[in-house]
C-alpha cells in the first residue's frame, strides 16, 4: 500500500494543524506550500469557532520587514512582502492582516493585505480646512430677516498619514470610513499640528473637518472607531467625537467635533511627557496612558483608564478618565490608531498573561510637542524601533521581550514599527 501523500490530507485535519500555529504568518506560509493547503486554510470550516491569534510585531530591519510573534516569545521570521512595499512607511493596521503604508515618505498611501496582496489606494492629499462664515440675509427694505450660513474649503495639499482606522471591515462599497491622523502646518504660531481627516474607502481625497479647538492640548493624538462614530484621544487626553456614516462624501465632517474634557489635571496647552491609546474592551472605551522616561523617552509604566459617565449640568464634562486598577485577565495591544483588547481565558491555560504590548512609538511623537521630553541624537528620516515590549500595570516595570537581532541598531531607515493585526 502506498503511503499517503502530506499533500492529500484531510481539509479538516489541515486546519487542525493550521489552528496549532501562534503566528498569524507561519499560517500564511503553510497555506503555501501546496494547493490542496491553501484551499482548506482559506476555506471557512462549517460552523467552525474563529482560531484564537494575536497580532504580530513588524520589525523594520535594514534587509527588510521581519515580524515577531507574541505567542512565540518574540521569535522573529522574515515576511514576503511586494518589492515596493519593502521599504514602505507604516502607520498603522487592521484586522485581517491589512497595512497602512506609504511607498513614499508624504505619498502612495495604500491598505496593503500582508496575506493576500489585495491593495486599496489610499488619498494623498487633504482638501484642507473648512472655513464657515455668516451672511447677513435682508429684505426689500434692508432689514435682515435671518442668516445664511456659508462653507469654504482651503487648497488641496500634500500631507503625511501618521495613524488610521476604519469603520468596518476594508470594502470599496461606499459605506467602510477610514479616519486618519495628519502631520501638517498648524494654526498661526505653530509649526506641527495633527489634524484628523476622513474619507469613504475607495476615495481619492480626504476630508478635513472643521477645528474649533487650537489649544495644543486639543491636537490629536490617537484615534479609534467606537459604537458609531470616531473618537480622537488628543494631547491633553481630551475627547473630540465625530458622526460621520450617513453624511454625504461632500459633507463629510461639516458638522466637525463634540468636544468632551476628560484630561487629567492641567494639560489644556501642553500634555505630559507620556502616550496616549484607545482601545475597546468589554462594551467599554479604554485609555492606556506610557509613560515614558526623562532622558530618551523610553516606557517606563503604564496605566489603564475607563471613559465613564459623570453627572455635570454641561455636556462637555459629562465623561471622564477613571483609573482602572487591575486589567483583570486582559492583554491589551496598543499602537496609534490599531490598539486592541483579548481575553486570556480565551487561549489554552498558561499560553498567556495579562498585560499590556507595546512598541516604540517615539518618533511619532518626536515629530510633535512632545519634542523636549526626546532629546535622542537622531537623523531627520530616522525612525527609532527598539522600545518594544511588555508591561503590567504600575508599579510593574516593563520587559523588552521583542529583541533586536544581532548587528541591527535601534533605529529604522525607512519606517517605525508597526502591529499587524489578525
Not at 487592521?94 to 496593503?112: C, I, Q, T
Not at 480646512?129 to 469654504?152: A, E, K, M, P, T
Amino acid at each position: 500500500m502506498a503511503a499517503a501523500r502530506w499533500d492529500e490530507l484531510p481539509d479538516d485535519i489541515v486546519r487542525h494543524i493550521e489552528a496549532l500555529l501562534p503566528c498569524p504568518l507561519g499560517r500564511v506560509y503553510m497555506g503555501a506550500c501546496c494547493k490542496s493547503w491553501h484551499r482548506a486554510t482559506t476555506t471557512p470550516a462549517p460552523a467552525a469557532s474563529p482560531p484564537r491569534l494575536l497580532p504580530c510585531l513588524l520589525l523594520p530591519l535594514a534587509g527588510g520587514p521581519s515580524v515577531a510573534c507574541i505567542l512565540s516569545g518574540g521569535a522573529q521570521h522574515g515576511l514576503g512582502l511586494p518589492e515596493d512595499a519593502r521599504r514602505a512607511r507604516f502607520f498603522g493596521s487592521y484586522d485581517g492582516m491589512w497595512a497602512f503604508l506609504a511607498l513614499g515618505s508624504k505619498e502612495g498611501h495604500v491598505l496593503l493585505n500582508v496575506r493576500t496582496g489585495e491593495r486599496i489606494p489610499l488619498p494623498d492629499i487633504d482638501i484642507g480646512d473648512l472655513s464657515i462664515r455668516c451672511r447677513r440675509v435682508r429684505d426689500d427694505h434692508g432689514v435682515v430677516r435671518s442668516h445664511q450660513r456659508l462653507c469654504f474649503r482651503g487648497p488641496r495639499h500634500p500631507v503625511m498619514i501618521l495613524a488610521a482606522t476604519l469603520s468596518s471591515a476594508p470594502a470599496v462599497d461606499g459605506k467602510c470610513i477610514a479616519g486618519a491622523i495628519l502631520n501638517v502646518h498648524g494654526p498661526k504660531g505653530v509649526d506641527k499640528w495633527h489634524y484628523v481627516c476622513f474619507w469613504r474607502l475607495g476615495s481619492r481625497i480626504a476630508i478635513q473637518p472643521l477645528e474649533v479647538c487650537a489649544g495644543v492640548g486639543w491636537s490629536a493624538q490617537d484615534i479609534a472607531f467606537f459604537y458609531g462614530r470616531f473618537f480622537v484621544l488628543t494631547k491633553g487626553e481630551n475627547l473630540r467625537v465625530y458622526t460621520v456614516l450617513d453624511q454625504p462624501e461632500e459633507d463629510l465632517g461639516t458638522r466637525g467635533a463634540v468636544f468632551y474634557y476628560t484630561g487629567r489635571g492641567d494639560t489644556r496647552d501642553y500634555a505630559e511627557p507620556r502616550a496616549g491609546y484607545l482601545v475597546e474592551s468589554r462594551g467599554e472605551l479604554l485609555m492606556v496612558a506610557k509613560e515614558w522616561m526623562p532622558d530618551d523617552g523610553a516606557t517606563s509604566c503604564v496605566r489603564l483608564f475607563a471613559l465613564t459617565p459623570v453627572a455635570h449640568r454641561k455636556p462637555e464634562f459629562s465623561l471622564a478618565w477613571t483609573a482602572v486598577g487591575s486589567l483583570d485577565g486582559r492583554l491589551l495591544v496598543v499602537g496609534p490608531g490599531c490598539s486592541r483588547a483579548y481575553e486570556c481565558a480565551d487561549f489554552p491555560s498558561g499560553c498567556v498573561e495579562e498585560g499590556v504590548y507595546f512598541l516604540d512609538d517615539r518618533t511619532y511623537y518626536n515629530e510633535t510637542y512632545y519634542e523636549p521630553f526626546f532629546p535622542m541624537q537622531s537623523n531627520p528620516g530616522e525612525f527609532a524601533c527598539a522600545d518594544n515590549g511588555r508591561c503590567c500595570l504600575l508599579p510593574a516595570r516593563p520587559e523588552h521581550c521583542f529583541p533586536m537581532k544581532p548587528g541591527e541598531g535601534s533605529f529604522s531607515a525607512y519606517s517605525p514599527p508597526v502591529w499587524l493585526l489578525p
